[in-house]
């Protein structure tokens, strides 16, 4: 069973910068991608980007491309999300999301960018 522990969320004003980490253990393996998702308040969860284990194929939604961007030490299977530029509409819960044969999930992490 893969845990996922998210951290750095937070309160930020517009145009600030956070950086999420999202670290994976237990039954952790090779080939696995991870990535972000989040919800906003009454809206469904959407993509945010996604990596593949080997730090290769970054993927981004249109709405962050050019401010975010995904990195990953598979060494210590962690995955970080860099947030620059920040808008209040990027205000939601982010989570964490591991896939390798299964889908797993973190427990999310709020941010908050005020204008």
């Known amino acids: 069973q893969v845990q996922l522990v998210e951290s750095g969320g937070g309160l930020v004003q517009a145009g600030g910068s956070l950086r999420l980490s999202c670290a994976a253990s237990?039954?952790?393996?090779?080939?696995?991608?991870m990535g972000w998702y989040r919800q906003a308040p009454g809206k469904e969860r959407e993509f945010v980007a996604r990596?593949?284990?080997?730090?290769?194929?970054?993927y981004y939604a249109d709405s962050v491309k050019g401010r975010f961007t995904i990195s990953i030490d598979n060494a210590k299977n962690t995955v970080y999300l860099q947030m620059n530029s920040l808008k209040p509409e990027d205000t939601a819960i982010y989570s964490c999301?591991?896939?390798?044969?299964?889908?797993?999930w973190g427990q999310g992490t709020q941010v908050t960018v005020s204008s």
């Open positions: 999301n591991y896939v390798f044969g299964n889908n797993y």
């Open positions: 237990g039954g952790t393996g090779s080939n696995y991608r």
């Open positions: 990596i593949y284990w080997s730090g290769g194929s970054p």
